[in-house]
């Protein structure tokens, strides 16, 4: 018999909206998440800590358990202080460095994972990857998507707006890089997913074209639910193809030339999948991302984050060699030097008349 479709993977619960945290005990209570409310909770030392005066009176079977930091070692740790507890479920409460340490924890021990996001930062809160930093510098690491998603937009809208502009940027990035995507389909063959594919484009297409602001409780969601589904399309399509191309490209290479001078992840993506957007010549599309990167107070030129444009063509040059096989609208042109010179001029002049 044939197979008339496929299954895919992805949180049993989402619940974004004004107060959900509020409800969160009864979400944790879900037969398929916890049958007998034995939780190991992983916070940081910051937000999620303060949280945790708010819900540990409604999760009296939990175990909380303060993460340092963003590791490899962190996660390992908090494993292996996890494995004997005889839990249902691992929680993650706060930003994406706890959430990453909970994913990979989770999956060494066989536990299923809730990701509860105190902030939007970016799409990594849903996907398949937990990125940590190890002693070579920063690894990602193959995960089971979160069973449950808890997303509070009272919460979201006390953490630092930097958070949400960087969630903006690597929401927008998705853009670009489901057309490298496409590129490297027509080019070299590649095999495209179509339900990730249109699954990124449109959580990307739906922050682009929403008319509201970062205070805006209807943006808020729009750009949640935006990076939720992201990490979906990742799962669907099995890698990161549907939200990396030459936007994270550009993005790595700023983090490996200039580490201690990188601005944050979403800022540099939403820059560099405006530039890339240009470089495959669509020009008006690139002068209306970055119109409304800067309505939301994000970069679209470098020394809007301390770099000069020497520096900027130094980065796209070195771009490709962060992801080797990774066909993008940067192998695909192969520029030199004085090219990315003469087009950045070019595209500096485009999104500033």
Known sequence: MPVLTRLIPSPVVVDIRPGALDDLAGVLSDQRISHSGKLAIA?????????????????????????????????????????????????????????????????RVGLPLVAVATNLAHDGLCSPVATLDN????????????????IDLDVIREAPVRFVRSGIGDALSNISAVADWELAGRVNGEKIDGLAA????????????????????????????????????????????????????????????????????????????????YLRGAHEEAAYMAEVLRRHGLPVLPEEIGFTVDEFVQVVEFAPQTRPGRYTILEHLDLKTNQIKDIYTDYAKAISS
């Open 43 to 107: 916070v940081s030392n910051g937000s999620g800590a303060r949280l945790r005066e708010r819900l540990e009176p409604s999760l009296p079977g939990a175990t909380w358990y303060e993460v340092g930091g963003g590791t490899l070692d962190d996660a390992v740790r908090l494993a292996d202080a996890i494995k004997s507890g005889h839990y249902d479920a691992v929680v993650g409460l706060g930003g994406g460095k706890i959430i990453d340490c909970a994913k990979f924890a989770s999956a």
């Open 135 to 150: 002693d070579a510098g920063r690894g990602s690491y193959g995960v089971p998507n979160p069973i449950a998603v808890v």
């Open 198 to 277: 249109a699954m990124a484009r449109q959580a990307g297409e739906a922050v682009l074209r929403h008319p509201g602001g970062i205070g805006d409780d209807a943006f808020l969601q729009v750009l949640a639910e935006a990076l939720v589904l992201t990490g979906i399309a990742m799962s669907v399509s099995g890698d990161s193809r549907p939200s990396s191309g030459a936007c994270h490209e550009i993005n790595h290479a700023f983090d490996l030339l200039f580490p201690k001078r990188a601005a944050s992840h979403g800022e540099q993506c939403g820059l560099g999948a405006a530039f890339a957007m």
